[in-house]
């Protein structure tokens, strides 16, 4: 039986780490090194969960007009780094690194400014879980895929198809891997590779920002400074482990949250007893540097992700 | 323009802004900007402007918040130099801590040797979670900012799994006491700081800063990083071992992180730490090392300047300023450092029309 319970909490660490997997990728495939995932998820988080508290007693709907709206905070927030990778020619690593220190300290700010105290105000169901008719009763699928679950899965779900559909089979998908490859032959053919660049780390704050509300709502009753934890930075493993495909980033982001579900049960199945629990939380990062390794000399990556291009 | 003088100018710049972006946030949510300078002036010099005062134990305080940071800056301005990103020092520092603790509790040694084993241990925690990296980078070529992320996790969870099942610790957040032989802490600093928590962490800052300037301007080990940071294919075809030098900069710069750890733990605390997160000393030490232009002396103004930002933190708070706006400062101003380019173009276009000014008057 418990294979039933790890699996929908395994699916539910897991959505936000493949949508903020999915931003990283838009990013990296146009050229520009994201590790500011962290801090966009933080202040989607912070959004959804301030809006929530708001808006929860008013409307069934408040979830998702908080994610919808942690999105846009997503999109407004890595407009920074947008602007300083492409336009400033900043050092993007820097500019990430930066961005992740300002989204600790502003979500905090404000929640001192709003609430009066370090953190949101608890609320009280955040996202609910859904179980899908006549689908849950299938056998094995059913309990597994389709009860008791948080509907963001699904989403996420759709969104890597989306992504690959976007990515492999468009002409913008194209184009925006070009950028990522290849910038002066890219600007040679007539693409805006500034444009390009704009709009992969847009879409990235879109994503991430959009991942953090997911997992405030779904994974905490308020938002501290500790909610997101690492799973901004869990997502760029997953980005690298999945080789920056689609497909990739679902099943190493899948991997990881079972991981970290994994380490809820530890007590209940023998085998796994002796492991001390901290073992669990430090495996997505270790397989991530042996993922690295594995891959090692051979191309792996957009070739120019953090190259500045200048035009 | 020299380029010292132009960094100079694009920090200082930086700076100035940054803290006008903390103003400005300030002033749109409806608090005060004067109080939050009136908390930065207290805690970096004792005085007291709004009630006319003078307590030289915020000195001692605020010199205590410089010391890890000033570290980690010169670990990460290490590694800038030779030209590597160095984003785990916040692991290394970490591992430092582990390893000084480990020595404090757990190696029996004569009173006079322990407090140096205790150091020894944390470089050498600190210096080996570093190399780590730099192996990688030496022989696979894996990028250094990944792994040093995926490392500063990995060592947040490794030593709490130490400190709580191979230590020991005594409420599953702090280990036992250090014996008084492995402790930093300092009678007479804290009297003239009129008992403040100030130790001898200090001076092991100072050498680091001492050390720091010797090795990087002044010898021939030095300049070999130096050229590596530049171009690394001119100093490998120069017979520069390149990989040799890569490991060597990060161990190195992992010591010093290692020694901030070592000097919170075996100083400021006197205990073993189990955290629940990041604390954000890492981060600290890039902001340091890129306002201080990678310099010696520039990491120790810069560290002073970020160590009075933490200092003014609860400060701040208690004159109804969110505490969290220092973290806002330092984030822009880091920001703005990476932008200097833009800073730079508004820089010459300003000196252009003034130069245009004054030959239109002549």
């Known amino acids: 039986m418990k294979v039933f319970e790890i699996f929908p909490i395994g699916l539910m660490f897991a959505t936000p780490i493949i949508l903020a997997g999915l931003g990283g990728l838009f990013s990296e495939r146009s050229g520009v090194v994201n590790i500011a995932l962290e801090g966009i998820m933080m202040v989607g988080g912070f959004t959804a969960a301030a809006?929530?508290?708001?808006?929860?007693?008013?409307?069934?709907?408040?979830?998702?007009?908080?994610?919808?709206?942690?999105?846009?905070?997503?999109?407004?927030?890595?407009?920074?780094?947008?602007?300083?990778?492409?336009?400033?020619?900043?050092?993007?690593?820097?500019?990430?690194?930066?961005?992740?220190?300002?989204?600790?300290?502003?979500?905090?700010?404000?929640?001192?400014?709003?609430?009066?105290?370090?953190?949101?105000?608890?609320?009280?169901?955040?996202?609910?879980?859904?179980?899908?008719?006549?689908?849950?009763?299938?056998?094995?699928?059913?309990?597994?895929?389709?009860?008791?679950?948080?509907?963001?899965?699904?989403?996420?779900?759709?969104?890597?198809?989306?992504?690959?559909?976007?990515?492999?089979?468009?002409?913008?998908?194209?184009?925006?891997?070009?950028?990522?490859?290849?910038?002066?032959?890219?600007?040679?053919?007539?693409?805006?590779?500034?444009?390009?660049?704009?709009?992969?780390?847009?879409?990235?704050?879109?994503?991430?920002?959009?991942?953090?509300?997911?997992?405030?709502?779904?994974?905490?009753?308020?938002?501290?400074?500790?909610?997101?934890?690492?799973?901004?930075?869990?997502?760029?493993?997953?980005?690298?482990?999945?080789?920056?495909?689609?497909?990739?980033?679902?099943?190493?982001?899948?991997?990881?949250?079972?991981?970290?579900?994994?380490?809820?049960?530890?007590?209940?199945?023998?085998?796994?007893?002796?492991?001390?629990?901290?073992?669990?939380?430090?495996?997505?990062?270790?397989?991530?540097?042996?993922?690295?390794?594995?891959?090692?000399?051979?191309?792996?990556?957009?070739?120019?992700?953090?190259?500045?291009?200048?035009? | 323009m020299t380029t010292g003088r132009r960094w100079m100018i694009l920090s200082l710049s930086a700076v100035v802004l940054g803290f006008l972006a903390g103003a400005v946030i300030i002033t749109l949510t409806g608090r005060s900007p004067g109080l939050m300078f009136a908390a930065m002036v207290k805690a970096f010099s004792g005085l007291d402007i709004l009630r006319g005062s003078f307590n030289a134990r915020y000195i001692g305080e605020f010199l205590i918040q410089m010391i890890p940071i000033t570290l980690t800056g010169l670990s990460v301005g290490f590694a800038f130099r030779a030209g590597l990103f160095n984003i785990g020092a916040e692991g290394q520092l970490m591992m430092g801590a582990l390893g000084g603790t480990m020595v404090a509790l757990l190696v029996p040694a004569p009173p006079w040797l322990h407090l140096p084993l205790c150091l020894l241990g944390a470089m050498v925690g600190g210096g080996l979670w570093g190399l780590i990296p730099g192996w990688l980078k030496a022989w696979y070529n894996l990028h250094e900012v990944v792994v040093t992320i995926m490392l500063n996790y990995t060592a947040l969870h490794l030593s709490n799994w130490a400190l709580l099942h191979v230590v020991g610790t005594v409420d599953r957040v702090k280990t036992s006491p250090f014996p008084a032989s492995a402790l930093l802490k300092s009678e007479f600093l804290s009297s003239i700081t009129r008992g403040s928590r100030l130790h001898w962490g200090l001076l092991i800052m100072v050498v680091c800063i001492l050390v720091y300037w010797v090795v990087i301007e002044k010898t021939t080990l030095g300049f070999g990083l130096r050229a590596t940071g530049h171009n690394k294919d001119a100093a490998r075809f120069a017979g520069f071992p390149i990989a040799g030098y890569t490991m060597l900069t990060m161990a190195m710069s992992g010591a010093f992180a290692g020694l901030a750890g070592g000097a919170m733990a075996l100083g400021t605390f006197g205990f073993g730490r189990v955290l629940p997160a990041f604390e954000g000393y890492g981060m600290d030490g890039i902001a340091v090392a890129l306002v201080g232009g990678n310099t010696a002396w520039g990491i120790a103004a810069s560290g002073a300047l970020f160590g009075m930002l933490k200092a003014a933190q609860p400060l701040m708070q208690s004159q109804g300023v969110p505490r969290e706006i220092a973290g806002i400062i330092q984030a822009s101003i880091v920001l703005f450092v990476a932008m200097r380019y833009g800073i730079q173009l508004v820089i010459d276009r300003v000196s252009r029309i003034r130069q245009g000014g004054r030959n239109e008057g002549v």
């Not at chain 1, 990522?180 to 780390?201: C, F, N």
């Open chain 1, 51 to 311: 809006l929530v508290v708001v808006l929860e007693p008013l409307t069934p709907a408040a979830p998702w007009i908080a994610f919808l709206a942690a999105a846009v905070a997503g999109l407004v927030f890595s407009l920074f780094h947008a602007v300083a990778s492409v336009h400033l020619r900043a050092d993007q690593i820097i500019s990430g690194t930066a961005l992740n220190i300002l989204a600790g300290g502003l979500t905090v700010y404000l929640c001192q400014i709003l609430f009066g105290q370090q953190r949101t105000r608890a609320f009280s169901v955040g996202l609910r879980k859904v179980t899908v008719p006549f689908l849950e009763d299938i056998p094995l699928v059913g309990p597994l895929f389709f009860s008791e679950i948080y509907p963001t899965f699904y989403l996420a779900l759709f969104l890597v198809v989306i992504t690959w559909i976007v990515v492999y089979r468009t002409v913008f998908g194209l184009r925006l891997r070009a950028c990522g490859e290849h910038p002066e032959a890219a600007a040679s053919m007539g693409i805006d590779v500034y444009r390009m660049r704009y709009l992969g780390v847009m879409l990235s704050g879109v994503l991430a920002g959009l991942a953090g509300g997911v997992m405030v709502l779904s994974q905490d009753i308020q938002y501290t400074l500790t909610s997101i934890h690492g799973t901004g930075f869990i997502a760029l493993a997953s980005l690298i482990f999945g080789k920056w495909n689609p497909w990739g980033v679902l099943g190493a982001a899948t991997f990881f949250g079972f991981s970290q579900a994994l380490s809820f049960y530890v007590n209940d199945i023998s085998f796994l007893q002796s492991i001390p629990l901290e073992f669990f939380h430090a495996f997505p990062y270790v397989l991530t540097i042996v993922a690295l390794l594995a891959f090692a000399g051979r191309y792996s990556g957009p070739r120019a992700a953090g190259r500045i291009y200048q035009r």
